[in-house]
């Protein structure tokens, strides 16, 4: 079912369904009140004839044939008198049989068995024991309904009988063919607004749909329409960014793949170069430099290959609260290794408690080892400082270089950016895409001032990067003195 048909199903079945309970409990409350009315109003009228006049102990005197006794004229009289009200009245004993009707004497003489109040034991047996009673609704011979109210005489074994018509089904089947009019009118709008709400939901869905085959079938040149401002207008903002993010994202693969080939054939056509020159020369010790050349034209293409794949290579961090000293000091140590063969200086400055930050540690490491290894390419000194600050976990590189030039500030986190002769480029977009997926940021700081300006630690203007960590979500921070950002308390 389509998701039209599925928006008009629905609508027209809460339309009906709540025009249908709606109105059968409307029904339902207006058949009882009226009926409730109507065996007040026989009630009413019954006792009001035996309370005018009508007395049981002088009718129970009549017998068969005293149909022209005064006794009888008078009853027979003031029965006559409730037909203004009533359709029929009658006074019966409690063995069933007539005293008094208004009808004609010939027709409906004294003693005649009255049949009809078989049917009503119930009512009767109420009516004998309280004195009053109404029957249910029946249909006469006529089709119309009516109902039997029953008056006992001054608590004697007479009972007079009233029948009156119960016409107030009438306006009930109006009000039932008003209902059922109103549902179909109710349904037929509620179809109209479905299909209206439908078209308007499902337009813009097939042109996203029509969108992201496209997207799907490589077909980038054009861009996905915006729709409202509501959710489908997210939604198409949303697929609008991913059709731009895949075409940033093969640019970035078709880059790699070029830099990855440019990369790559300078090392092999060394290795080449020096296995040919090794296998042609006599001498032993011009043979082993040629050897160890290539040896590290091989670690070069192992360095380049690692890198690549450290930069398409999906990262699952196991994000969790540790002290972020124990992956930075892991990381100084393997730098101060390759320090030491150049003669720079590593520094490091970290609190003596524990630095709580949330982070995978092997990624924390990485990115502190590749920010360091940067700073230490760049100049002679690297100096790492590591504090809290308004929540977070900040972490600060900074070398004694030349900084970052201009031209590349902006763009010195994307891929194949750099100002260096050897390397892809790829060593900050690393470190910038490890954080984001472990909630990190990196920034590079502004310049602490022109060119070769010297600053207060006499690093001058290299390069600082800033990495910013999410803290710990216990107790804050409680400065001891002004100035003072150490841990206090467990």
Known sequence: MSLRRKFIFVFVAFSVG????????????????????????????????????????????????????????????????LLDYVDE??????????LVSAAPADSLPIGTRLHWLDAYDAELARAWETGQAT????????????????????????MLAVLMPADYFAPLDRLRRSVLLGSFGGALVAAFLAALLATNIVHPLERLSRAALRIQR?????????????????????????RVGILQRDEQLRLMLAQVAHEIRNPLGGLELFASAAA???????????????????????????????????????IRLHDIRVPIREAAELLEAELASTGGKLELELPAEPLLARADPAHAKRVFLNLMQNAAQAGSRVHLDARS??????????????????????????????????????GLAIVKRVLETNGARVELAPRNGPPGADSDDGLGAGAEFRV?????????????????????GS
Do not use: C
């Open 18 to 81: 709540l025009t249908a309970v709606g109105g059968a409990m409307t029904w339902r409350a207006a058949s009882g009140a009226l009926e409730t009315e109507l065996d007040e109003k026989l009630v009413w009228v019954a006792g009001a004839a035996a309370e005018v006049g009508l007395q049981g102990q002088w009718v129970l005197e009549l017998r068969p044939g005293d149909e022209n006794n005064p006794t009888w004229d008078v009853y027979h009289t003031r029965l006559r008198g």
């Open 89 to 98: 009245a009658q006074i019966f004993r409690e063995d069933g049989t007539l």
């Open 135 to 158: 029957t249910p609704v029946f249909e006469g011979e006529d089709g119309r309904h009516y109902k039997f109210g029953f008056k006992q005489l001054d608590d004697s074994e007479a």
């Open 218 to 242: 490589g077909r980038m040149d054009g861009e996905v329409e915006i729709e409202r401002g509501d959710e489908l207008g997210r939604l198409s903002r949303a697929m609008e960014r991913m």
């Open 280 to 318: 042609e020369t006599e001498d032993a010790a011009e043979r082993e430099r040629l050897l160890r050349r290539v040896r590290k034209e091989v670690e070069v293409l192992n360095e380049i290959i690692d890198e690549f794949l450290a930069f398409a290579r999906p990262l699952q961090p196991e």
């Open 389 to 426: 600050r308004r929540g977070e976990v900040m972490v600060t590189v900074r070398d004694d270089g030349p900084g970052v030039a201009e031209e590349l500030r902006e763009r010195v986190f994307e891929p194949f950016v750099t100002d260096k002769e050897k390397g892809a480029g790829l």
């Open 468 to 488: 910013y960590f999410r803290g710990s979500e216990d107790l804050p921070r409680i400065p001891a003195s002004p100035g003072d950002d150490r841990w206090h």
